[in-house]
């Protein structure tokens, strides 16, 4: 589950790069950022395996990708980005008693999941940037993450929802608990 969660949130970025690159306000922060959205199934599907995952991606976009100057900075932007989700996640799990089977994560819990999610983030993300002294605009900045984390989110969970309504019905997966799981937290079931 870690490697899978890392293509594709490495695969989810060259995607937003590709379609969403011209929409950046700054340097990593998007209008509209698709990789948020993995960070919430990840964490949802694959708990602690899905932070595993989302922490290694932000460790090898922050060295390879992005080429951040400080280190410092690059580890902690990839625990920001993949701590907040974890902690929406074991959230969930103590407010909601939120299962691994997904079975009790209704589509209004869903949606206030996504918009805690794509407050989790940018929040830690700003943290860090004014621990090393970042706060010029800082306010902008983070409601541009912000949105950019809600809108990059909601496409995802949606594309993904709408691509499962052409799949076989629930009840014909019920014998694959991957699948099922994913149904389940899309509301699909």
């Keep these: ?18 379609f969403f690159g011209q929409l950046e306000y700054s340097y990593g922060i998007n209008w509209v950022f698709l990789p948020a959205g993995m960070r919430l199934l990840a964490t949802l599907l694959f708990g602690t395996a899905g932070f595993t995952g989302l922490f290694i991606s932000g460790l090898l976009l ?9 280190p410092v900075r690059a580890v902690l932007g990839a ?21 691994t089977s997904l079975a ?21 993300h700003h943290l860090v940037f004014a621990y090393q002294g970042h706060t010029e605009n800082i306010v902008r900045s983070y409601l541009t993450m912000f949105i950019g984390d809600f809108m990059g989110t909601l496409l995802v969970i949606y ?19 991957m699948l099922m799981n994913i149904y389940k937290c899309l509301g699909l079931t």
């Design 62 to 70: 922050n060295f390879f990708h992005f080429t951040f100057d400080d």
């Design 79 to 99: 625990l920001a980005g993949s701590l907040g989700a974890y902690l929406v996640y074991l959230l969930a799990q103590r407010r909601y008693g939120l299962r």
């Design 159 to 177: 594309t993904i929802k709408g691509t499962l309504a052409f799949l076989p019905s629930a009840d014909r997966v019920r014998h694959r608990p």
């Design 104 to 124: 009790n994560l209704t589509p209004r819990r869903l949606m206030l999941l996504i918009v805690v999610c794509s407050m989790a983030s940018p929040l830690l």
């Design 1 to 18: 589950m870690v490697v899978t969660t890392v293509l594709l949130f490495l695969s989810l970025n060259t995607i937003n790069e590709w």
